[in-house]
């Protein structure tokens, strides 16, 4: 009989494509559903023909064949004696489709298996699976093919200093729960000056942690302090295992220095780890640890600004309007930079090497318009975000209580000029606050109060959502 416990998912997401290479995940989702009490609910995504030429036969014919791998992952599973809540057909990209079905539902987990979710996935930027352990907002279990997979003995947690360092330690002692496995903490120093005095420091973080989990989920993990770098720790402690552990990590830890930077770290350990992984990120794209990481302060008393700026000539002149207008207002300017996580997954290269030269951009796009702000006195703070642009920049600006938003009139990418505005009119249609746009001509508008003398100049846009 299934055990209600303090952490655990109270809805499991499989992502799968019906094939047999899915057979670990889909056991160990049915696993952890019967163990912890959860929903089961399966998801298959299926990715049309992308031609407004294709035929509807063609179209229905793929429909079909998705719905027939399905059935047959549900059919897999109820012979196996699980129960499904809710099995769901979707068109599209596999990756957006499977978080987006995620979010719906208000899943507090994806499992996955490893090889991706067909031929397709495991293409130049691998498979599916890598995918979502990138891009999710909701934790992912990402499972290797093979017997030996599931279910594991033990999980091996690698611990940090950030919020979603400590969700991973929660939730994967609440698996480790569910399956009567034993759990270990494992911190890091560098090697360099009083080692042994920082093991010592690590270890009595370790175990403060460990008795806040033990409270919390019922079950103590144990601490181990060591010297080197996380997720090479890990992978090393996994190595000398003769059965594979579940690997539970937090993105930040795995990244070091935001969630942006996850890349090439994660990477690693999906490529090595012969055990599951567990990738607990962040829980909004625009969340207050991440914000709080940078040197903000949190909920701030007083006027707050946020331009969005993607380097461009005219980001720049928003930029410059923007830090005006903090500074003559006396408000705190956000400068925002959003690294497209569609262009970072559809790059063509490694992803964790596209995403920080993606990033390394959007730190020089806002340091220029840092040294704006401080000309003119302004506090400002510097983010650079991954995710979908338009959603992230109102999420964000809820977040730090922004009003007005300040955006070029050219949107955030410069890689295709068909694009040229659709951010910025994906904010304006969908902001519950004042948005300013600024266009590209360099006369166009004065700080004061959002216009120019005599009216709204041709070269920005003043929409009050207020």
Not at 156 to 173: I, K, W
Not at 280 to 301: F, M, Q, Y
Not at 318 to 347: I, N, P, S
Request: glycine share 14%.
């Amino acid at each position: 009989m299934s055990q209600k416990i303090n952490g655990f998912p109270e809805k499991i997401l499989l992502a799968t494509d019906g094939m047999e290479n899915t057979t670990s995940a889909a056991r160990a989702a049915v696993d952890l559903a019967g163990k912890g009490g959860a929903e089961l609910h399966v998801v298959h995504v299926w990715h049309s023909v992308p031609s407004p030429y294709a035929s509807g036969f063609i179209r229905g014919g793929l429909k079909e064949v998705g719905r027939e791998a399905l059935e047959r992952q549900v059919r897999r599973i109820e012979d196996e004696g699980g129960t499904v809540s809710e099995a769901s057909l979707m068109e599209g990209r596999a990756v957006e489709g499977i978080i987006a079905r995620a979010e719906e539902i208000g899943a507090g987990l994806v499992v996955a298996g490893s090889r991706g979710m067909g031929r397709l996935g495991r293409m130049a930027l691998g498979s599916v699976s890598t995918g979502l352990a990138h891009r999710s907002h909701c934790p992912v279990l990402i499972v290797p093919e093979g017997e030996e997979a599931w279910p594991p003995e033990r999980v091996l947690v690698g611990y940090g200093s950030f919020e979603d360092a400590d969700r991973a330690g929660f939730l994967g002692a609440s698996l480790a729960r569910a399956l009567g496995a034993g759990v270990e903490l494992v911190g890091v120093t560098g090697d360099g000056g009083d080692a042994e005095e920082r093991l010592r420091d690590v270890e009595r973080a370790l175990e403060s942690r460990a008795d806040e989990i033990e409270e919390a989920v019922g079950l103590r993990p144990r601490a181990r302090p060591l010297v080197g770098e996380v997720a090479r720790a890990i992978l090393g402690i996994h190595a000398e295992e003769e059965k594979p552990a579940l690997l539970s990590f937090g993105s930040k830890v795995l990244g070091g220095v935001g969630r942006v930077l996850v890349g090439e770290a994660l990477d690693e350990v999906l490529s090595k780890s012969r055990g599951p992984v567990l990738i607990t990120p962040e829980p909004h794209p625009a969340s207050k640890a991440r914000i709080l990481e940078r040197g903000g302060t949190g909920n701030r008393e007083g006027p707050a600004i946020l331009v969005a700026t993607d380097g461009s000539e005219v980001a720049l002149r928003a930029g410059e309007y923007a830090a005006r207008l903090a500074g003559g207002l006396g408000a705190k300017l956000f400068v925002l930079h959003v690294v497209d996580e569609h262009l970072a997954f559809h790059g063509g290269i490694h992803y964790g090497e596209f995403v920080e030269m993606l990033s390394q951009d959007g730190r020089e796009a806002t340091a220029k318009v840092r040294a704006l702000a401080e000309e003119v006195g302004a506090e400002c703070e510097e983010l650079v975000v991954l995710g979908r642009p338009d959603r992230t920049i109102l999420a964000v600006a809820e977040e730090v209580g922004a009003d007005p938003i300040v955006l070029g009139a050219e949107g955030m990418s410069a890689f295709e000029h068909a694009l040229i505005g659709s951010v910025s009119e994906e904010v304006l249609r969908h902001a519950n606050r004042t948005v300013l746009v600024v266009g590209g001509h360099p006369e166009g508008g004065h700080p004061e109060g959002g216009h120019s003398e005599g009216g709204s100049s041709e070269g920005e846009r003043s929409e009050d959502r207020s």
